[in-house]
């Protein structure tokens, strides 16, 4: 499903407190935000002023994303990941130079904006850094490709809600392939191109799981959902 601008440009970044979640099952990091926009529609309503802000160079590059002094607002995002549907847990993106250049080339026209979005996992213990590209994202991170389908998986996005725009509805499931046994798995990458081990497009954002998936075997399933959101 094709992603606009406005969509794509909502991202989050929030502040780490070690701290358990009670919920059962569940290894989340408990998080604060700064402060959450109530919805997207002030973002919207000043679309016009953000990409006078990118023209103007009027913003700072984040390890997550992007900040605009200005209107004092942070653009970053997060991955959650389940595996078969228990022991949830979330862990905060890095975006590479290429991803920046990427959305900030489709807000200004220079670049034509990507038709999908596409998560791909990897079992390389790696971590993601701005130099990484869909060029060596494969190669760099050891894509991992042994799960029931021939290529990387849509990132289907709802619709915004409470500032932050998902596939929550819809996570990627990755089933595990026969043969797959006691495999680990450190991170995932959103890329814009579907082909597995592919060398195009643009990585827009990755992270390293801050405790990797261990001992997945044939038919185990890790659901990755990728959010992005807007603090301020």
Not at 147 to 161: D, F, H, I, K, N
Not at 178 to 206: D, I, K, M, R
């Amino acid at each position: 499903m094709p992603v606009s601008f406005e969509a794509q440009q909502v991202f989050e970044v929030r502040v780490l407190h070690s701290a358990k979640s009670p919920a059962r099952n569940c290894r989340v990091p408990s998080w604060k935000m700064v402060t959450v926009m109530n919805n997207l529609s002030s973002i919207f309503k000043h679309r016009a002023e953000f990409l006078r802000a990118l023209r103007a160079n009027k913003y700072e590059v984040t390890p997550g994303g992007i900040y605009f002094p200005g209107a004092k607002l942070d653009f970053g995002g997060h991955f959650e990941t389940a595996v078969n549907g228990r022991d949830i847990q979330i862990d905060p993106n890095i975006v590479p130079t290429e991803g920046l250049q990427y959305i900030i080339g489709a807000a200004l026209g220079g670049v034509t904006p990507s038709t999908g979005f596409y998560l791909a996992p990897f079992s390389g213990n790696v971590t993601p850094t701005s130099a990484l590209t869909a060029a060596t994202f494969s190669t760099t991170l050891t894509e991992f490709i042994q799960y029931t389908v021939t290529s990387r998986l849509q990132w289907v996005a709802g619709a915004p809600v409470s500032g932050a725009i998902s596939n929550s509805a819809s996570p990627a499931a990755f089933t595990m392939a026969t043969g797959v046994a006691n495999q680990t798995l450190y991170g995932a990458g959103l890329l814009t191109s579907n082909v597995q081990n592919g060398t195009t497009g643009s990585c827009v954002a990755a992270t390293l799981f801050s405790t990797p998936r261990t001992g997945l075997n044939a038919g185990d399933v890790l659901t990755v959902q990728y959010t992005l959101s807007s603090s301020g």
